[in-house]
Nanobody, 125 residues
């Protein structure tokens, strides 16, 4: 069992930055690919970014490519999402998720085994 706790959300002006963190319990964090998803009001949850178990590979949604950076520190059981050049369309609840695989990075919700409770990001225009 893995428990995920996100932090770092908040209110930021358009053009600003935030860094989200997600800390996992358990000693097998490095066995998991990790992902960030988000859900805006009235919309479906969507993939934002993912990182492989050792951090050597990353993938991003087109909407955040070049603005967001996902990274991880396996010694701290933590995955990060650095978000720059934020705009109103980035307003959402952001969730981190863990996928028990060392083979690839998933882009679909159903591929992930564990989820955090979410953290709200609000970008004011």
């Amino acid at each position: 069992q893995v428990q995920l706790v996100e932090s770092g959300g908040g209110l930021v002006q358009a053009g600003g930055s935030l860094r989200l963190s997600c800390t996992a319990s358990g000693r097998t964090f490095s066995s998991y690919a990790m992902g960030w998803f988000r859900q805006a009001p009235g919309k479906e949850r969507e993939f934002v970014a993912g990182i492989s178990w050792m951090g050597g590979s990353t993938v991003y949604a087109d909407s955040v490519k070049g603005r967001f950076t996902i990274s991880r520190d396996n010694a701290k059981n933590t995955v990060y999402l650095q978000m720059n050049s934020l705009n109103a369309e980035d307003t959402a609840v952001y969730y981190c998720a863990a996928m028990k695989t060392r083979q690839r990075i998933g882009r679909r919700q159903g591929e992930y085994d564990y989820w955090g409770q979410g953290t709200q990001v609000t970008v004011s225009s």
